[in-house]
């Protein structure tokens, strides 16, 4: 019910208010992968994710929760309709770059970075990322909310969050990784489906919804599997409990704008998928409306076909 009241509410905000037109912008930043960001920067990003956690939430639907929260919420109320059709990589794109600029405000100074785990893919579980972003989460300290065990995490920056939902759910629980494989292969973590020629396959689809497809069915989803796992915050809709989210995002969006810019003039327009809208059944067009309930107004998909205007100004 509650989420059908907020998608009555984002389809009331007419086409008259949502008119804005984006400019090119002149001196894009330029997003890096994280693990070349210097040690200083780094701990500059993690102490600003943390930071959130201390700030109140900014939604006004009366939450007592944190704006760190607030995009897991976001996130999991919406699930239905920004997965597994077209909206799925510009309501993303739009998310990550908010995520930014929360970051922002709480004194990161860099740029948005990406997490490449293609240069993981041959030993997941021993990538380098964890030496500063924390590990797997220890079978030695595991807690309970109603019938879900999580496996906490016990070290790095962020063991001490304490993310507030569970998908829909008031469930505060410590931060969670669950490693897994869902194969007889543990340590694998599904590193074949996000090597080097699997994106190299993705990559040379012609059309949106070919590429949009493969990309969000196995690698995006074998990450989110590989490292939430049974007991882990990257695997429910609440996904954005785990910073993890945003680096893994941030590489997501990486490929669809490398994708764009094989073809720039078409595949900077082209927006249609085989998946209609999972609300009314339509097919997506470039004035679809992206919702994102009072994190910040809502925008048409055409206002994040390009990185390069006002609105994102960034490149990869």
């Known amino acids: 019910m509650q989420l059908l009241r907020l998608l009555s509410l984002s389809s009331a905000v007419s086409a008259a208010a949502i008119v804005q037109q984006r400019q090119p912008c002149t001196n894009p930043e330029k997003r890096v992968e994280f693990r070349t960001l210097d040690a200083a920067a780094q701990k500059q990003y993690t102490d600003a994710v943390m930071c959130l956690a201390t700030k109140p939430s900014g939604l006004n639907l009366g939450l007592n929760t944190t704006l760190y929260d607030d995009f897991s919420y976001v996130h999991t109320h919406l699930n239905k309709i920004i997965h597994f059709c077209a909206m799925f990589l510009p309501w993303h794109r739009n998310f990550v770059q908010l995520y930014h600029s929360s970051l922002r405000d709480c004194g990161y100074t860099g740029p948005m970075a990406y997490w490449d785990w293609s240069l993981d893919a041959a030993d997941p579980a021993k990538s380098s990322i964890w030496d500063v972003v924390g590990g797997n989460g220890g079978t030695d300290k595991i807690e309970k909310t109603g019938d879900q065990e999580w496996m906490c995490l016990t070290d790095g920056p962020f063991k001490d969050l304490r993310p507030a939902y569970r998908e829909t759910e008031y469930a505060p629980h410590c931060l ?69 989210f945003f680096l893994h995002h941030a590489q997501i969006d990486r490929l669809w704008a490398q994708w764009q810019q094989g073809n720039p003039e078409a595949r900077e327009k082209d927006i249609v998928d085989d998946k209609v809208n999972p609300v009314d059944g339509s097919k997506a067009t470039l004035d679809d409306v992206l919702p994102f309930m009072d994190l910040t107004a809502d925008i048409k998909i055409s206002e994040v076909m390009t990185t390069q205007n006002d609105l994102l100004c960034y490149i990869y």
């Open 176 to 244: 969670s990784r669950d490693f897994y494989d869902g194969k007889e292969r543990p340590g694998d973590m599904r590193g074949g489906a996000y090597n080097a020629e699997e994106l190299k396959f993705i990559n040379e689809r012609e059309t949106y919804a070919d590429f949009r497809l493969y990309l969000e069915s196995i690698p995006h989803g074998s990450i989110h599997s590989a490292v939430g796992g049974q007991k882990g915050d990257m695997k429910p809709s609440s996904s954005p409990n785990d910073p993890l």
